[in-house]
């Protein structure tokens, strides 16, 4: 079954907070964390890092930067230039985010023995790998 993103009423019946995930894969948000987490990025960094286009990353920051998860900064000696900063609240939802994915991934493995469980990851583990060749 694929993954679909939480409705509002969902979310808020859960007690999710933060902005909405549409649009953007959750289970790449583990991946991503250490991106995520960085104390400045470029957008175009963060368009490379997330896998993302510029147009999507530019879009996404509005949004965020609207809802107070981010704040955006001209660099002063290029002014061409500007940096993305995590605001408290920014770093607390990516934090939420990545305990949401670790709990569906730990739920997606838990019928599977410890055994079947090494298997599955070697095997994911060689996709991967003849994915990015």
């Given at each position: 079954m694929a993954y679909r993103?939480?409705?509002?009423s969902e979310r808020?019946?859960?007690g999710i907070r933060g902005p909405p995930t549409s649009g953007v894969d959750v289970g790449s948000v583990s991946d991503h964390v250490p991106a995520l987490r960085a104390r400045?990025?470029?957008p175009s960094q963060l368009a490379d890092s997330l896998?993302?286009?510029?147009?999507?990353?530019?879009?996404?920051?509005?949004?965020?930067?609207?809802?107070?998860y981010v704040t955006r900064t001209v660099q002063p000696k290029n002014r061409s230039r500007l940096t993305i900063?995590?605001?408290e609240a920014g770093k607390e939802a990516v934090e939420e985010a990545a305990g949401l994915q670790h709990q569906v991934e730990l739920d997606l493995v838990s019928?599977?023995?410890?055994?079947?469980?090494?298997?599955?990851?070697?095997?994911?583990?060689?996709l991967f790998n003849t994915l990015q060749q």
């Amino acid at each position: 079954m694929a993954y679909r993103p939480p409705r509002p009423s969902e979310r808020k019946a859960h007690g999710i907070r933060g902005p909405p995930t549409s649009g953007v894969d959750v289970g790449s948000v583990s991946d991503h964390v250490p991106a995520l987490r960085a104390r400045t990025q470029e957008p175009s960094q963060l368009a490379d890092s997330l896998q993302l286009t510029r147009p999507t990353i530019t879009g996404g920051v509005d949004r965020l930067e609207r809802d107070g998860y981010v704040t955006r900064t001209v660099q002063p000696k290029n002014r061409s230039r500007l940096t993305i900063d995590l605001t408290e609240a920014g770093k607390e939802a990516v934090e939420e985010a990545a305990g949401l994915q670790h709990q569906v991934e730990l739920d997606l493995v838990s019928g599977l023995s410890e055994e079947d469980q090494s298997q599955l990851s070697e095997l994911l583990t060689k996709l991967f790998n003849t994915l990015q060749q």
